[in-house]
């Protein structure tokens, strides 16, 4: 039986942890449904059906059969404009499939096929992919995962993409967090303003 401990979510507080042969005793005695939702250590979501039959594949959706190897949780911290994955905004579900990476947003998905995903690196708790655009560029997208941990994951499942190299760091940046951009900014124009009242004073 797998040791590893899930948390419950329970009214939108964590309780737990609890391994899976406790899990599996509690949804016999009917203390949870097939549907609640348990956190597992990278901070993926799954419910208890997930759990203890593994993830369905899409067969009912698509009527192919798509092996599911990962589900991650996320979202979409940057982004360039120009490529196969749109520029999402919330809470987004990221799959490894058997040939392909799903992403899946409230009301669209995409697929990418993981030969298209050139480049991947974690750092920190964001996961930094390099995807093959229609014209042969890369476009660059930073998704923001649950933990570290979720970010190391996500990049291992792609094991064909290759970190990136000093060329393609130089060429397209570092993909950064809509957040980093705003702050920084946020600190020029407050340095600006301090140079600035300064200047005045001596002015005067």
Do not use: C
Not at 135 to 162: C, H, I, N, R, Y
């Amino acid at each position: 039986m797998d040791d590893t401990l899930y948390h419950l979510l329970l009214e939108g507080r964590q309780v737990g942890p609890y391994d899976k042969r406790t899990i599996v005793g509690m949804r016999q005695k009917n203390t949870l449904a097939d549907g609640s939702v348990l956190i597992g250590p990278d901070g993926r979501k799954l419910t208890v059906e997930e759990l203890i039959r593994g993830p369905r594949d899409e067969f009912a959706l698509t009527g192919t059969f798509s092996l599911i190897k990962a589900r991650f949780d996320a979202k979409l911290a940057s982004s360039d404009r120009h490529g196969p994955l749109p520029r999402y905004e919330g809470d987004l579900e990221v799959r490894v499939q058997e040939d392909i990476l799903r992403v899946a947003g409230k009301d669209d998905r995409v697929k990418i096929a993981l030969k298209d995903v050139v480049h991947a690196r974690a750092r920190d708790q964001f996961a930094d992919l390099w995807l093959r655009t229609d014209d042969g560029k890369l476009q660059a997208a930073s998704f923001e995962m649950a933990s570290p941990q979720a970010a190391s994951e996500l990049v291992k499942w792609l094991s064909g993409a290759t970190p990136p190299t000093t060329a393609v760091l130089a060429e397209k940046g570092a993909p950064m967090p809509y957040g980093i951009v705003i702050g920084v900014a946020g600190a020029v124009i407050a340095i600006v303003l301090v140079v600035i009242v300064l200047f005045g004073a001596r002015v005067r």
